[in-house]
């Protein structure tokens, strides 16, 4: 396991502040150097999957809401706004 995943995991077999946890998940997810398998698979092993998930799933609907705003700020279409995006910024929350 590298640093990164063990920074977005930070440790969890302690009772981490929900805070503290969300922080971390957030702050792997930001890194261009990211890798969501093994940040998945890391997360299966150490019996915290749901909650990586469930804050990355929070990570992406905040994302959508904020695209949605803009496209209907700008009046284009939430889709054409999709396509706007580039690849990385798509993975990231598609």
């Known amino acids: 396991m590298t640093g ?6 930070v440790l969890s077999r302690t009772k ?3 805070e503290i946890f969300n ?15 093994n940040l998945s698979k ?14 990355m799933d929070d990570i992406a ?10 496209a209907k700020e700008s009046e284009r279409s939430y889709q054409l706004c999709l396509q706007l995006l580039s690849p990385r910024q798509q993975a990231m929350i598609l």
């Open 23 to 37: 922080k971390a998940v957030n702050a792997y997810a930001a890194d261009e150097k990211k890798n969501l398998a």
């Open 61 to 70: 609907a905040s994302v959508l809401a904020g695209l949605k705003n803009k």
């Open 16 to 18: 981490l502040d929900n």
């Open 4 to 9: 990164r995943e063990q920074y977005a995991i």
């Open 42 to 55: 890391y997360a299966k092993e150490m019996k915290l999957y749901t909650r990586v998930i469930n804050v």
